[in-house]
């Protein structure tokens, strides 16, 4: 789906880090509709998972204190060219999505 | 130079957030980690640290390392990455203090992940912000200030 995007790029501590680009608009819940002026309920990724080879390495919790269109960066230090890196995330109405590559 | 920071506050939901929200992932428990509510909805960072991690004794440690601006040009969107040369890295977490919710969020991690955590998160004023790491069961921090001109809290 277009609306996860991910990049795999080497770490300079060793091994790789993986940088998602999730589009989302991570709603605070205080902002008001300035048509109705009714505040815009609470939209936001909670967790986001980050596996490798169908292994699960890291888990981020976002929250509304995270910015609109979440940009996440994780290290992979174990990752190996030709390994299949998966991000995949849920909101807090359920709403999910993912995305995946190949370590090259 | 390393001191112990003791953070004074409540525990929050008690026990049970602590084992919900907090701990080691093993790749089979990270699948079943519920997204640690407790922590995001504290009113103070002593509170939220012990909802994530379990305690909120945390040393200044120059192996954790802070890349943000100085001065943030949008409080909505401030980029900070987490680093860190420890090893046995469990968990990282940011908190921007003076947000009315000052955890913005966290990371688990088990065995195949590692110490690198990088985001964007809204201020609302200038703060300090602390970054914590949990590695090898200790917790360890580094703290620093990032002003706001605009605020980002969506007020």
Same mark, same amino acid.
């Given at each position: 789906?277009?609306?996860?995007?991910?990049?795999?790029?080497?770490?300079?501590?060793?091994?790789?880090?993986?940088?998602?680009?999730?589009?989302?608009?991570?709603?605070?819940?205080?902002?008001?509709?300035?048509?109705?002026?009714?505040?815009?309920?609470?939209?936001?990724?909670?967790?986001?998972?980050?596996?490798?080879?169908?292994?699960?390495?890291?888990?981020?919790?976002?929250?509304?204190?995270?910015?609109?269109?979440?940009?996440?960066?994780?290290?992979?230090?174990?990752?190996?060219?030709?390994?299949?890196?998966?991000?995949?995330?849920?909101?807090?109405?359920?709403?999910?999505?993912?995305?995946?590559?190949?370590?090259? | 130079?390393?001191?112990?920071?003791?953070?004074?506050?409540s525990l929050a939901a008690g026990t049970l957030a602590v084992?919900?929200?907090?701990?080691?992932?093993?790749?089979?428990?990270?699948?079943?980690?519920?997204w640690p509510k407790a922590a995001f909805e504290s009113e103070?960072?002593?509170?939220?640290?012990?909802?994530?991690?379990g305690t909120s004794d945390a040393e200044e440690s120059d192996?954790?390392?802070?890349?943000?601006?100085?001065?943030?040009?949008? +409080?909505?969107?401030?980029?900070?990455?987490?680093?860190?040369?420890?090893?046995?890295?469990?968990?990282?977490?940011?908190?921007?203090?003076?947000?009315?919710?000052?955890?913005?969020?966290?990371?688990?991690?088990?065995?195949?992940?590692?110490?690198?955590?990088?985001?964007?998160?809204?201020? +609302?004023?200038?703060?300090?912000?602390?970054?914590?790491?949990?590695? +090898?069961?200790?917790?360890?921090?580094?703290?620093?200030?990032?002003?706001?001109?605009?605020?980002?809290?969506? +007020?």
């Amino acid at each position: 789906m277009a609306s996860t995007k991910m990049k795999i790029k080497k770490s300079k501590s060793g091994g790789y880090e993986v940088m998602v680009l999730a589009k989302h608009p991570m709603e605070t819940g205080l902002r008001k509709d300035k048509k109705t002026g009714n505040k815009i309920p609470e939209h936001f990724i909670e967790n986001m998972e980050f596996a490798v080879n169908g292994e699960v390495v890291a888990q981020a919790n976002l929250g509304t204190g995270v910015s609109k269109n979440p940009l996440i960066g994780v290290g992979i230090p174990n990752a190996k060219p030709g390994d299949t890196v998966t991000v995949s995330w849920v909101d807090n109405k359920g709403e999910s999505d993912s995305a995946e590559k190949a370590v090259k | 130079m390393k001191r112990r920071i003791f953070l004074k506050g409540s525990l929050a939901a008690g026990t049970l957030a602590v084992a919900a929200g907090a701990g080691m992932l093993t790749p089979k428990s990270v699948l079943a980690a519920a997204w640690p509510k407790a922590a995001f909805e504290s009113e103070t960072e002593a509170d939220a640290l012990n909802a994530f991690f379990g305690t909120s004794d945390a040393e200044e440690s120059d192996q954790v390392s802070i890349k943000a601006p100085l001065q943030a040009e949008n +409080g909505a969107v401030v980029p900070v990455k987490v680093m860190t040369s420890l090893t046995g890295v469990e968990g990282i977490a940011i908190c921007a203090i003076k947000n009315p919710r000052p955890y913005t969020t966290s990371l688990r991690v088990s065995d195949g992940g590692g110490g690198l955590y990088s985001t964007r998160i809204k201020m +609302g004023q200038t703060s300090p912000v602390h970054c914590y790491v949990k590695a +090898g069961g200790k917790l360890y921090m580094a703290s620093q200030e990032i002003k706001v001109t605009v605020g980002g809290c969506g +007020g």
